[in-house]
């Protein structure tokens, strides 16, 4: 179910599907681990001899590649906001920004990582763990996994509750030093640090806990219910240090 606090002013266009297969994604996460090292090296070429606008285009660079896939940002604002918590929990809620900074806040530093290949490290990220939003809820037996939903109305996600659990998940609300932006999937997203970017939703409107893995918008394109950043697709992480 869709948060029923979005801007209705918005009509993104219906999604294209291009179904990108299992070998063509483990084929692009090999080539974009082998090729960050090149392309970083290219990208501080270009920013050094020609100015950080250009080298930031380049995979490696210091900026990131806006995608939507509706072709359009959503607009929400801080006071509109709202991310609606629901399904198979005990206590429902809908919860604003100011009800998620006063939940117990957590901030690292980690790089996002694109499936084709382009990378920005070191971004500060600052929310709250997902699962002490799940703990606040309260998670009732028989849940198996999660789905997000976006205030673009049209991407979707998922994570297995164990995933969800990870220190390293979030819901964000600041990165890069300072609010999300409406670009980079603000006023709130989600950030999964030890996976591909796919998996991390930008414009968070909703969290459902439910009883089985429900494969969201990438997922019904072709790209993997588990995207690693080592390119591995079981549900555990098989290296937790890698990013």
């Known amino acids: ?14 999604p294209k599907r291009v ?23 290219v990208a501080n070429f270009f920013s050094g001899v020609l100015g950080s606008g250009l080298g930031g285009l380049l995979p490696g660079g210091d900026r990131f590649r806006i995608y939507s896939i509706t072709g359009n940002y959503p607009t929400v604002s801080r006071a509109n906001y709202r991310l609606k918590v629901s399904g198979l929990v005990h206590d429902p809620r809908t919860f604003t920004i100011e009800d998620l ?3 117990p806040s957590t901030s690292f530093t980690k790089a996002f990582q694109c499936v084709t290949g382009w990378r920005v490290p070191d971004v500060r990220w600052e929310g709250v763990q ?3 939003i799940l703990k606040t809820v309260g998670v009732k037996e028989g849940a198996v996994a999660l789905t997000f939903e976006s205030y673009d109305r049209a991407d979707t996600e998922c994570l297995t509750l164990d995933q969800a659990h990870l220190p390293d998940v979030i819901v964000a609300y600041r990165m890069l030093g300072a609010p999300v932006t409406t670009e980079h999937g603000g006023p709130v997203r989600l950030y999964v640090a030890p996976m591909f970017g796919y998996k991390s939703l930008k414009w968070l409107s909703a969290i459902k806990v439910v009883d089985g893995v429900q494969p969201g918008y990438w997922e019904e394109n072709g790209y993997p219910v588990n995207g690693w950043l080592d390119g591995t697709t079981g549900p555990t992480n098989p290296d937790p240090q890698l990013t």
């Open 130 to 132: 997902l699962s002490h």
């Open 1 to 14: 179910m869709m948060s029923a606090h979005r801007d209705a002013s918005i009509s993104p266009k219906a």
């Open 101 to 103: 900074e006063a939940m």
């Open 19 to 41: 179904p990108i297969g299992r070998r063509v994604f483990i084929g692009l996460a090999a080539l974009g681990a082998a090729g960050v090292v090149f392309w970083a090296s």
